[in-house]
């Protein structure tokens, strides 16, 4: 059974850093690309970031580049996002997500999110 | 960047109605679209990817079709556990956005 288990979420004031970490099981992790998507209170989904299986390809929103960094260790099974200069409008859950094989843009199974608030 | 436009942003429908959402993308996106299903609280669950294969698992009430700009979910015959909040994702480039979503409610 695929789990994918976030956590690092917490409070930040604006201008902070804040490390997120996802645990994943139940499947073959360097086989897969990985996602990180958000969703703001009450709002819709936002696509934040996307890693390759070997890590070796990233992408992100134009939202987030320059302030966040996506990577993997697949020999510990984990996924990462480095966030940095946090403002408020980051303010979301994060919701860390396995791609599906074939088709590595797609989200197939994701974990339950981890709350991320920036806030002074 | 490829914007997604679903509509309606909210359907009210009643357990048994055949219920269709549509999403339409600002560029031809061939085939590249995936839906999901979000329930309150709970995190998004992939329905149908290559904007008509079900994902393993999905009751076949769920379909999807188009292809290029134009593409629609539909529900044939709507069951209580169907409320919830769909959304559309392309697939084609990056980056992947999501639409804004509709909500199928309880008439």
């Known amino acids: 059974e695929v789990q994918l288990v976030e956590s690092g979420g917490g409070v930040v004031q604006p201008g902070g850093s804040l490390r997120l970490s996802c645990a994943a099981s139940g499947f073959t992790f360097d086989d897969y690309a990985m996602h990180w998507v958000r969703q703001a209170p009450g709002k819709g989904l936002e696509w934040v970031s996307l890693?390759?299986?070997?890590?070796?390809?990233?992408y992100y929103a134009d939202s987030v580049k320059g302030r966040f960094t996506i990577s993997r260790d697949n020999s510990k099974n984990s996924l990462y996002l480095q966030m940095n200069s946090l403002r408020t409008e980051d303010t979301a859950l994060y919701y860390c997500?396995?791609?599906?094989?074939?088709?590595?843009?797609?989200?197939?199974?994701w974990g339950q999110g981890t709350l991320v608030t920036v806030s002074s | 960047d490829i914007q997604m436009t679903q509509s309606p942003s909210s359907v009210s429908a009643s357990v048994g109605d055949r219920v269709t959402i549509t999403c339409r993308a600002s560029?031809?996106?061939?085939?590249?679209l995936a839906w999901y299903q979000q329930k309150p609280g709970k995190a998004p669950k992939l329905l149908i990817y290559?904007?008509?294969s079900l994902q393993s698992g999905v009751p076949s009430r769920f379909s999807g079709s188009g292809s290029g700009t134009d593409f629609t979910l539909t529900i044939s015959s709507l069951q209580p556990e169907d409320f919830a909040t769909y959304y559309c994702?392309?697939?084609?480039?990056?980056?992947?956005?999501f639409g804004g979503g509709t909500k199928v409610e309880i008439k």
């Open positions: 290559a904007a008509s």
């Open positions: 890693i390759s299986g070997d890590g070796g390809s990233t």
């Open positions: 994702q392309q697939a084609n480039s990056f980056p992947p956005a």
């Open positions: 560029q031809g996106i061939s085939s590249w």
């Open positions: 997500a396995k791609g599906l094989l074939g088709f590595p843009g797609v989200p197939d199974y």
